[in-house]
């Protein structure tokens, strides 16, 4: 058994225990908030139930027949009507009656694939109605043609829909479907190479291309286009490697969820593929992990798990134009990657779907301290609470320059006049306007313009900074630079940091800092609100950057 095999028995065990245990709702489901949730969980139950090498707390008997009532339960909830305009499709919630829930677009995109490789790899096992029901609910996803679509924005569902139909194309020896889809694999990948992706950083929505093309690749016996497959998967998987730090992903996301901000929590393919960071008790999403894997290629491994040089990543994306993004807009996204921490971001503020983007943070390996593993600060937004710190404003502006981040919000009368920040557990000292902390083998200094109240929380500090316009400076050290610059505890490095205050002008248009390193870093905002960052006196030149 490989150690990629043993962590995926790993995960298969764990989530099936899970759910073993989990009690029944009255419906007979286990969950009712996401349909695809409940296919999961009696998927790993399953397998663990007919796998002779899994090792788990149950009659495997008894969780066999259980598992598969759930699956046929699932199978039951598709539309099966042709003359439905739902034809094929599942619902999505399932309150507060099942049978009653109206279906809906998103299930069949990725369990519909997922369900044919697990029937592949299962079906042997598999009671003859069960595997009628399978095969059913195949035909009519298959005739309910719900991936004939074209593409043109590049993102998620488009990537899910390429892939089913070179599965179902495949399945049902539809060639003209299976040549659709390889039409559409090859001008995705020109696509993303090209013009990087737009949905960068975007979880959970990354790992469904991920999953999708890993079941195509799996499904399809095409030497042609299961090159075309491998290359797309490479690029997948190098373009994780970049933002990669123990489980982390670094820098910004295009979209981010609560279980991705502030801490990383859907870190099961990560865990699978590289494995250098402990599995987090709580799988806020668990997905097809533990059966779905394609090995990344060695330097993309050798690169996302040695970090012992400092690396400084410069990528762009280009943001195709659709009702949520308008024109095609460029993008900006920079990550410098240590051993022991990251800081990244984006440099443009996009107004994205939900209005999720994540601009910045200075980023952690996983851990199972219980804390968050990002510090960033933003000025709250709509969709913004205490409880959900994502989503912020427009307003605010940012410099990036290695280990270094700094941002200004001029904030105007009648606006929000605070910016609110998350910092992980640790050992910190509290002044006027900056909080010195060492969270393991990290220094961070955080520097605001304006005076802060903090707030402790099981799982973090909540900082909130009040009196409108405002900056933050934050700069992060890892405990083997600072030893280099004879500092040696949280005390010496708060020292050195107190005399080294940022300058920002009082309505919040410029700041000032001189990094540890003694770069002169400038960040200021022209009139008409045009930002203007410099290094050393110099412009920060975009000319390096690359998709």
Same mark, same amino acid.
């Given at each position: 058994?490989?150690?990629?095999?043993? %962590?995926?028995?790993?995960? !298969?065990? %764990?989530?099936?225990?899970?759910?073993?245990?989990?009690?029944?709702?009255?419906?007979?489901? &286990?969950?009712?908030?996401?349909?695809?949730?409940?296919?999961? =969980?009696?998927?790993?139950?399953?397998?663990? $139930?007919?796998?002779?090498?899994?090792?788990?707390?149950?009659?495997?008997?008894?969780?066999?027949?259980?598992?598969?009532?759930?699956?046929?339960?699932?199978?039951?909830?598709?539309?099966?009507?042709?003359?439905?305009?739902?034809?094929?499709?599942?619902?999505?919630?399932?309150?507060?009656?099942?049978?009653?829930?109206?279906?809906?677009?998103?299930?069949?995109?990725?369990?519909? *694939?997922?369900?044919?490789?697990?029937?592949?790899?299962?079906?042997?096992?598999?009671?003859?109605?069960?595997?009628?029901?399978?095969?059913?609910?195949?035909?009519?996803?298959?005739?309910?043609?719900?991936? $004939?679509?074209? !593409?043109? #924005?590049?993102? #998620?569902?488009?990537?899910?829909?390429?892939?089913?139909?070179?599965?179902?194309?495949?399945?049902?020896?539809?060639?003209?479907?299976?040549?659709?889809? #390889?039409?559409?694999?090859?001008?995705?990948?020109?696509?993303?190479?090209?013009?990087?992706?737009?949905?960068?950083?975007?979880?959970?929505?990354?790992?469904? @291309?991920?999953?999708?093309?890993?079941?195509? &690749?799996?499904?399809?016996?095409?030497?042609?286009?299961?090159?075309?497959?491998?290359?797309?998967?490479?690029?997948?998987?190098?373009?994780? *490697?970049? =933002?990669?730090?123990?489980?982390? @992903?670094?820098?910004?996301?295009?979209?981010? @969820?609560? #279980?991705?901000?502030?801490?990383?929590?859907?870190?099961?393919?990560?865990?699978?593929?590289?494995?250098?960071?402990?599995?987090?008790?709580?799988?806020?999403?668990?997905?097809?992990? +533990?059966?779905?894997?394609?090995?990344?290629?060695?330097?993309?491994?050798?690169?996302?798990?040695?970090?012992?040089?400092?690396?400084?990543?410069?990528?762009?994306?280009?943001?195709? +134009?659709?009702?949520?993004? +308008?024109?095609?807009?460029?993008?900006?996204?920079?990550?410098?990657?240590?051993?022991?921490?990251?800081?990244?971001?984006?440099?443009?503020?996009?107004?994205?779907?939900?209005?999720?983007?994540?601009? &910045?943070?200075?980023?952690?390996?996983?851990?199972? $301290?219980?804390?968050?593993?990002?510090? =960033?600060?933003?000025?709250?937004?709509?969709?913004?609470?205490?409880?959900?710190?994502?989503?912020?404003?427009?307003?605010?502006?940012?410099?990036?320059?290695?280990?270094?981040?700094?941002?200004?919000?001029?904030?105007?009368?009648?606006?929000?006049?605070?910016?609110?920040?998350?910092?992980?557990? +640790?050992? @910190?000292?509290?002044?006027?306007?900056?909080?010195?902390?060492?969270?393991?083998?990290?220094?961070?200094?955080?520097?605001?313009? %304006?005076?802060?109240?903090?707030?402790?929380?099981?799982? %973090?500090?909540?900082?909130?900074?009040?009196?409108?316009?405002?900056?933050?400076?934050?700069?992060? !050290?890892? $405990?083997?630079?600072?030893?280099?610059?004879?500092?040696?505890?949280?005390?010496?490095?708060?020292?050195?940091?107190?005399?080294?205050?940022?300058?920002?002008?009082?309505?919040?248009?410029?700041?000032?800092?001189?990094?540890?390193?003694?770069?002169?870093?400038?960040?200021?905002?022209?009139?008409?609100?045009?930002?203007?960052?410099?290094?050393?006196?110099?412009?920060?030149?975009?000319?390096?950057?690359?998709?």
């Amino acid at each position: 058994m490989t150690t990629y095999e043993k %962590r995926q028995l790993e995960l !298969i065990q %764990r989530i099936a225990a899970k759910a073993q245990k989990r009690p029944l709702l009255g419906s007979g489901m &286990w969950f009712h908030g996401d349909v695809r949730d409940n296919f999961y =969980y009696a998927a790993y139950l399953f397998a663990a $139930s007919v796998n002779p090498d899994a090792r788990v707390p149950f009659e495997k008997e008894i969780t066999l027949a259980s598992s598969s009532q759930m699956l046929l339960k699932v199978l039951r909830l598709q539309d099966t009507d042709p003359n439905s305009p739902t034809y094929g499709h599942w619902p999505l919630r399932l309150d507060p009656v099942p049978k009653e829930a109206k279906p809906d677009p998103l299930p069949v995109e990725l369990m519909g *694939s997922l369900m044919v490789y697990f029937y592949r790899d299962h079906q042997e096992y598999m009671s003859p109605p069960l595997q009628a029901a399978f095969e059913a609910a195949f035909e009519h996803i298959y005739r309910s043609r719900f991936f $004939s679509k074209e !593409i043109g #924005h590049f993102n #998620h569902h488009e990537a899910k829909y390429t892939a089913a139909k070179l599965i179902f194309g495949n399945l049902f020896r539809d060639y003209e479907l299976v040549e659709d889809g #390889h039409r559409s694999l090859v001008r995705t990948l020109r696509h993303v190479r090209e013009n990087g992706m737009a949905e960068y950083g975007a979880l959970p929505w990354f790992w469904h @291309w991920v999953q999708a093309f890993t079941a195509a &690749w799996e499904l399809v016996d095409d030497v042609d286009i299961n090159r075309d497959l491998g290359d797309m998967l490479d690029f997948l998987w190098h373009e994780r *490697s970049l =933002y990669y730090l123990k489980g982390a @992903w670094v820098g910004p996301h295009s979209r981010a @969820w609560p #279980h991705d901000v502030p801490r990383d929590a859907n870190p099961l393919f990560d865990y699978v593929q590289f494995g250098d960071f402990p599995l987090p008790e709580e799988t806020p999403r668990t997905e097809f992990a +533990g059966f779905l894997f394609y090995e990344a290629p060695e330097d993309v491994r050798r690169n996302a798990l040695d970090r012992k040089l400092p690396t400084e990543v410069t990528r762009f994306s280009v943001l195709t +134009g659709d009702p949520e993004n +308008g024109e095609p807009k460029k993008v900006h996204k920079y990550a410098y990657m240590t051993e022991n921490y990251a800081v990244g971001g984006v440099w443009e503020r996009v107004r994205e779907f939900d209005n999720e983007q994540h601009r &910045w943070d200075v980023s952690l390996p996983l851990s199972n $301290s219980g804390s968050v593993n990002q510090a =960033y600060f933003l000025h709250p937004g709509e969709g913004f609470s205490e409880v959900d710190p994502r989503h912020e404003s427009d307003i605010g502006e940012v410099l990036f320059h290695r280990n270094v981040v700094m941002a200004l919000y001029p904030i105007p009368e009648g606006e929000d006049d605070r910016i609110v920040g998350v910092l992980p557990k +640790g050992e @910190w000292l509290q002044e006027e306007k900056a909080l010195f902390g060492r969270i393991g083998r990290v220094y961070l200094a955080v520097h605001l313009m %304006r005076p802060y109240q903090v707030q402790e929380l099981a799982d %973090r500090y909540a900082v909130e900074s009040r009196g409108g316009a405002n900056g933050v400076v934050v700069e992060a !050290i890892g $405990s083997a630079e600072a030893e280099r610059l004879c500092i040696g505890s949280l005390e010496e490095f708060a020292a050195i940091q107190r005399g080294n205050a940022p300058a920002f002008a009082e309505d919040g248009s410029k700041a000032a800092y001189r990094s540890l390193d003694q770069e002169e870093l400038e960040l200021a905002i022209a009139p008409g609100g045009k930002p203007e960052a410099r290094v050393g006196g110099e412009p920060v030149p975009f000319g390096k950057y690359s998709a």
